[in-house]
């Protein structure tokens, strides 16, 4: 009797040492790991200078919830809320349209924001004619990309 529960604690162990190292292996499971649960502030800022005769259109939706779409004039701007899970979502996906000008980009992606918008958990878009810019405190803001 005294083996069989040697040999029971024995196996837990190993899984539970072979798991860990495995995890710590998959960059994507160990980010989901430390994410799941987490909530995160997502908005994007119209930061066009003079676009007061047209808007800018934004639409976005996750696989799990279509946030709708608004037109934003100066300074707007459209925000949420959202919570990850285990599996990496929510992934957000947001379309811009300004005058002939349509790009669509994530606006939330749990691989590549969990880490970038910490500490505050804030992911911030500036919307501009020379493109998109992240911050994640609203101060110090970083051009991703172009609208082509």
Not at 52 to 72: K, T, Y
Request: hydrophobic letters at 40%.
């Amino acid at each position: 009797m005294k083996i069989k529960r040697q040999v029971l604690s024995f196996t837990i162990i190993l899984f539970l040492a072979v798991l860990i190292i495995f995890m710590s292996f998959s960059q994507r499971g160990s980010q989901f790991l430390v994410s799941s649960g987490a909530e995160y502030d997502v908005r994007v800022i119209n930061g066009f200078s003079d676009n007061s005769s047209l808007p800018l259109v934004i639409w976005c939706a996750s696989e799990q919830s279509d946030l709708g779409g608004r037109a934003l004039q100066e300074r707007d701007d459209f925000s949420w809320r959202l919570r990850t899970d285990l599996w990496g979502n929510p992934h957000f996906v947001c379309t811009m349209k300004w005058d002939q000008r349509r790009k669509s980009f994530d606006a939330f992606k749990v691989s590549r924001d969990v880490r970038r918008c910490s500490p505050l958990r804030k992911c911030s878009w500036l919307v501009t004619e020379n493109g998109f810019f992240f911050s994640n405190d609203e101060v110090n803001w970083k051009k991703d990309f172009s609208w082509s």
